[in-house]
């Protein structure tokens, strides 16, 4: 077996893409939940995200240097770039959500939507940030090092060191439950064990983590082949 | 008495016909059936086929929005009573999906536990679909499953899938993949296929066609249905099937029989075995 450490990354960006119309995959993922898994009104909503994180060199002694290398100096870069990426996502079609992390809070230090998605109302919905969603990240470990074909190798002067893609899937519930009963609900309808039990990870190549509120920023996943 | 086989056909299937042409081709009677069918009309038919195709549009996974309809409720049951049951590309993932390959265990709900996963394509050069003809050759079960038995030498046969990597991470799944492979990919001359492309996928021990304990079930994600004719096996291709291809010259040379029907000889023998 093949086994996945966490790395907590200095610096992370993680992005988060959802189609501005409906999602097919989604609207199939909760009927086949809801009507084939058992799961009835109990599930009252899902949507899901493709999902990116890009951890960054530590840079330490520049940033001590105070040669302004937090941050700030990433947003540049990290602006042009989405907003000229034609492989990460297609803005005629998907909203581009981004988080920023510095230093070791699990909370993003920064947060933006990108230019061209700003224009839309209601953008970030379910936000991996939110409160009133269970999420449930999903990579495949054989695949952590795929990468969006176009991206650059550093962002403000700080050089790409791995790169993690997959997908969030987000939930609401149709009756009020503590977190470990949402929890095993997650788990229940998402790890496949059988055609009865779980749809959405395939344990077999697919790695998960299930969070009852807000994702981590920077969860540094690392595959052995990364 | 010709025996009766069901295509099942899923919203996305999309190798229906060439798959009823190759059973109707080796003396069987096939018809297309809907998923959606009523199931006694279905439990009537002596052996399944599940075609190639994006059920679901791929949706989540290859294969598992299908694998969890209520006619899989059926084939899991035919496949435990005997009945023969081939999937093809989409059908295989379908299969794995489902549980019913390798199948070795009970679960508790009296479906099989998912012991295995088709896993996206992944090797050293490339990684997603890809299409080629290749060559087959003889897995440790291939004269346990009634589709492969006899199969002996290099068989070609084009593949076309990105999601076609047997995986697993249990010791029961890493168990039926070594010895429930019924084909598996080779080189021209016969040696296993150890690197891309003539390893398309990064299969775990080459696997490319996975058998249950009985062998009466085959998941095989190159596609025999695309090979009935000797006038679709490419000019190029080395070996006696390449041989045969340069040398035919008239129609009838041509619409010969092609390598894939070996593996639809194996369902007409299996169904009547009187009959072959």
């Known amino acids: 077996m093949e086994s996945v450490t966490h790395t907590k990354s200095a610096v992370a960006i993680q992005v988060a893409i959802s189609p501005k119309g409906l999602d097919a995959t989604a609207i199939t993922a909760t009927d086949t939940v809801r009507r084939l898994l058992g799961f009835g009104d109990r599930l009252r909503q899902l949507r899901r995200q493709r999902w990116l994180e890009v951890s960054l060199s530590d840079d330490s002694e520049l940033a001590g240097a105070g040669q302004g290398r937090g941050i700030e100096s990433i947003l540049p870069d990290l602006d042009a770039y989405v907003g000229q990426s034609f492989s990460l996502w297609n803005p005629n079609k998907e909203r581009c959500w981004i988080r920023l992390k510095e230093g070791k809070d699990e909370r993003a230090s920064a947060e933006f939507v990108s230019n061209v998605g700003r224009r839309d109302a209601g953008w970030g919905d379910p936000r991996l940030d939110g409160d009133r969603w269970d999420h449930l990240v999903i990579w495949d470990v054989a695949r952590g090092s795929a990468r969006a074909s176009d991206l650059p190798s550093s962002f403000g002067g700080r ?21 470990s009963t949402r929890r ?3 788990e229940e309808l998402a790890v496949v064990r059988g055609r009865g039990h779980g749809l959405l990870v395939q344990p077999h190549y697919q790695d998960h983590a299930i969070y009852c509120g807000p994702v981590p920023s920077g969860l540094g996943v690392e595959s052995p082949q990364s | 008495m010709t025996a009766n086989v069901a295509v099942i056909r899923f919203p996305g299937s999309n190798c229906e016909s060439e798959s009823l042409e190759a059973i109707e081709r080796v003396g069987l009677n096939g018809k297309i059936m809907r998923w959606n069918e009523p199931v006694d009309l279905l439990d009537q038919f002596d052996g399944f086929f599940l075609p ?11 294969g598992a929005v299908a694998a969890r309809l209520p006619v899989l409720d059926l084939l899991i049951r035919r496949a435990d009573a005997g009945t023969p049951i081939l999937g093809i590309c989409n059908g295989a993932q379908i299969l794995v999906e489902t549980g019913i390959v390798p199948g070795n265990r009970d679960g508790a709900d009296g479906a099989h536990p998912v012991d295995v996963a088709l896993a996206p394509n992944r090797s050293e050069v490339h990684e997603g679909y890809f299409t080629r003809w290749l060559f087959l050759g003889p897995g440790p079960a291939v ?6 038995r006899g199969i002996s030498e290099p068989l070609p046969m084009p593949t076309a899938h990105a999601e076609g990597r047997f995986v697993s991470r249990d010791p029961e799944g890493q168990e039926a993949l070594q010895s429930q492979t019924g084909l598996r990919y080779v080189l021209s001359d016969g040696p296993p296929a150890e690197a891309f492309p003539a390893l398309p996928n990064g299969s775990s021990f080459g696997t490319a066609g996975l058998t249950n304990a009985a062998g ?16 679709q096996v490419p000019d190029w291709l080395p070996g006696p099937w390449g041989e045969s291809r340069r040398s035919a010259r008239s129609f009838a040379e041509l619409e010969a029989d092609g390598p894939g029907l070996a593996i639809f000889r194996g369902f007409a023998a299996a169904l009547q075995p009187e009959g072959v």
Do not use: K
């Open chain 2, 52 to 62: 190639g195709g994006f059920s679901y549009q791929d949706r989540i996974r290859a």
């Open chain 2, 216 to 231: 009466n079930v085959l998941a095989l994600m190159p596609h025999p249905d695309r090979a009935l004719r000797l006038a």
């Open chain 2, 143 to 148: 004269d346990r499953c009634v589709f492969t």
């Open chain 1, 184 to 186: 095993s609900w997650v």
């Open chain 1, 159 to 179: 050089s790409v060191v791995r790169v993690t893609s997959g997908d969030v899937y987000s939930f609401r519930w149709g009756s009020a439950a503590d977190e």
